[in-house]
């Protein structure tokens, strides 16, 4: 559980290594052990009180709590300076049990049109039916006007901070001023970004989500999401009465019910997320899960710094081919999101861009299937660079007006740019041009 979580004394680069877990707590091992077990023995009955009586906490079951995921959650809490932090079973999961969370019993999510496909999706398709409707939003990159959009009762604007896969960026700075002007949280789907390119809670975000799929993890090799919070938020309003709810699981030694806020002032939000979403739905990261994504963070750094050299070497080529209609990366000078790029992504604005192809369908498709180095697929963030055909894959389900909103023309290719020596990804590029204009 993310109790007393490491807070953030060490630079970044040290805490991706060492935060969230003390070898001398388990038998000196250096790399966290995986404690692949169901459940944990209680000592005696005392102890099985205690741990109930949340008098002390300690682990029970796995679905609630393991000892590798764990430091998984307390790790990422201090890359991002949360003051709570919990994983889970995937990205979509993450998201879901947020937007629950937040607004359960019903209410409205004001949400940025620039999401992944699976987000948007999910918005119009599931959430409606549990009375949450999510409205996307026109003004998002105009936060002045953002706040004609927010109606009574909407509770929470909800975006990512380098979106997938047009790289849009957006002032969460300004965007979090509206909302807590509004007394509503700013949720950031960091994902693509991942905490070594941007910081959103010290840009203003009250929860902040990762699929660790991605980037944190790197090697493409895991589903796996985490939900952070940044203790800052006040969730005891009337806006969210849920809050305010006295459970008898959290009464206190004389047997009063108490409230999340009451028990868990510093997280209330991750630990109503893991007493109540991830105890009762389930979606529980396997400790297997949790320890390739602790073993992808120890990189993390590394691989982020070289995707981005990648992308913005990728995005340059790309930008004076003849056979590229437009190039999206901030990292570009001639990018509409250049400037913010240099105000807040000092590290650079991430290993994603996406070109649009010039020529037919078939000769798209014949690019397509004519690349070799590049793999393609509907992941990003891995160490090997990706490349796939959003529109028609990652954002299929969004209809013609959707995807106008989220500016997905039918063309736009996007690449996740790895690790390789980025001759030989230009060359694998060329080699695959040149194969579609063999077509007519
Ligand atoms: C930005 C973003 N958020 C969330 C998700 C969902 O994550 P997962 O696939 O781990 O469920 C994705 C998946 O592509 C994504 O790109």
């Known amino acids: 559980m993310a109790n007393g979580l490491t807070k953030p004394v060490y630079h970044f680069d040290t805490l991706r290594l060492r935060a969230g877990y003390e070898p001398n707590a388990h038998q000196y091992a250096v790399s966290p052990p995986i404690y692949q077990t169901a459940s944990f023995d209680f000592r005696d009955v005392e102890h099985a009180k205690a741990l109930f009586s949340l008098g002390e906490i300690g682990n029970i079951y796995t679905r609630v709590g393991n000892p590798t995921v764990t430091a998984l959650e ?9 003051s709570g932090a ?9 998201i879901s049990y947020t937007l629950l969370n937040i607004a359960e019993g019903g209410g409205r999510i004001l949400a940025s049109p620039y999401l992944y496909g699976g987000s948007t999706d999910s918005f119009k398709k599931i ?6 409707t999510i409205d996307l939003a026109r003004n998002i990159e105009n936060p002045e006007k953002l706040a004609t959009e927010i109606r009574p009762d909407t509770k929470a604007i909800f975006v990512e901070s380098i979106s997938n896969p047009n790289a849009v960026l957006l002032d969460l700075d300004a965007i979090a001023k509206v909302a807590h002007e509004h007394g509503i949280p700013l949720v950031v789907d960091n994902t693509v970004a991942t905490p070594y390119l941007y910081n959103p809670i010290a840009h203003g975000a009250d929860v902040v989500i990762y699929s660790a799929t991605k980037g944190l993890s790197g090697h493409g090799n895991v589903i796996a999401g ?8 006040n969730w005891q309003t009337e806006k969210f009465p849920q809050f ?28 109503r997320i893991r007493f109540n979403y991830l105890n009762y739905f389930g979606a529980a990261l396997s400790p297997f899960n949790a320890y390739l994504v602790l073993l992808g963070l120890e990189t993390l750094s590394e691989r982020l710094a070289k995707q981005v050299q990648n992308a913005q070497t990728l995005a340059e080529y790309l930008s004076t081919h003849q056979a590229v209609e437009w190039v999206r990366y901030p990292g570009l000078q001639s990018s509409p999101y250049h400037a913010l790029a240099k105000r807040d992504f000092p590290k650079g604005a991430g290993g994603i861009l996406s070109f649009g192809f010039k020529g037919t369908e078939a000769q798209r498709e014949a ?6 180095l590049f793999h ?14 959003s529109p028609q894959t990652t954002h299929h389900e ?38 579609a204009y063999e077509i007519d």
Do not use: C, W
């Not at 959430?127 to 949450?132: L, Q, S, T």
């Not at 690019?367 to 070799?372: D, G, P, S, T």
């Open 74 to 82: 307390q790790r990422v809490a201090a890359l991002d300076g949360a």
């Open 86 to 94: 919990i994983a889970l079973a995937s990205g979509m999961a993450a």
């Open 127 to 132: 959430y409606p039916k549990f009375g949450i």
């Open 226 to 233: 985490l939900v952070l919070e940044s203790g800052n938020f």
């Open 244 to 271: 305010a709810e006295e459970y008898y699981t959290l009464r206190d030694p004389e047997g009063k019910k108490r409230s999340f806020p009451q028990v868990f002032p510093e997280f209330p939000f991750t630990a």
């Open 367 to 372: 690019f397509l299937n004519a690349v070799q």
């Open 376 to 389: 393609y697929h509907v992941n990003i963030g891995d160490a090997r660079s990706l490349i796939v055909n």
């Open 398 to 435: 969004l209809e013609p007006d959707e995807k106008k909103l989220a500016d997905l023309p039918e063309n736009l290719i996007r690449i996740s740019a790895g690790l390789e020596n980025p001759n030989d990804l230009i060359a694998d590029l060329e080699h695959a041009f040149k194969k």
